[in-house]
């Protein structure tokens, strides 16, 4: 199985950016489709973008299309969110999630129940 860490997060103020990273061990990550999930106190986990194991299909929540991008390095075993104009509502707990995908397999996944492997978690705060 793959071990999931993501880094990256902190406090910054509304507008500014932050790049969040993913980093995988454990098992071969290049076919293993990822998405960014994110929770803030008192909700549920939420879906906020994926990408396929190929790299070539991704998928952004409405409300984070525009400032948030979610990409992959194969290389080194990561996967990146960008964020950019950062809102004091993107406040949350931002874990990665992964999945193994067969070769045919150009899709990316949205939901929770959709993905195996977790990381532990990165707090983002946003500041107004």
């Known amino acids: 199985q793959v071990q999931l860490v993501e880094s990256g997060g902190g406090l910054v103020q509304a507008g500014g950016s932050l790049r969040l990273s993913c980093a995988a061990s454990?098992?071969?990550?290049?076919?293993?489709?990822m998405g960014w999930f994110r929770q803030a106190p008192g909700k549920e986990r939420e879906f906020v973008a994926a990408i396929s194991w190929r790299g070539d299909n991704t998928y952004h929540t409405d409300s984070v299309k525009g400032r948030f991008t979610v990409s992959r390095d194969d290389a080194k075993n990561t996967v990146y969110l960008q964020m950019n104009s950062l809102k004091p509502e993107d406040t949350a707990v931002y874990y990665c999630a992964g999945r193994v995908s067969a070769y045919s397999d150009r899709n990316y996944y949205t939901r929770r129940v959709e993905y195996a492997y977790w990381g532990q978690g990165t707090q983002v705060t946003v500041s107004s």
């Open positions: 454990g098992r071969t990550f290049s076919n293993y489709a």
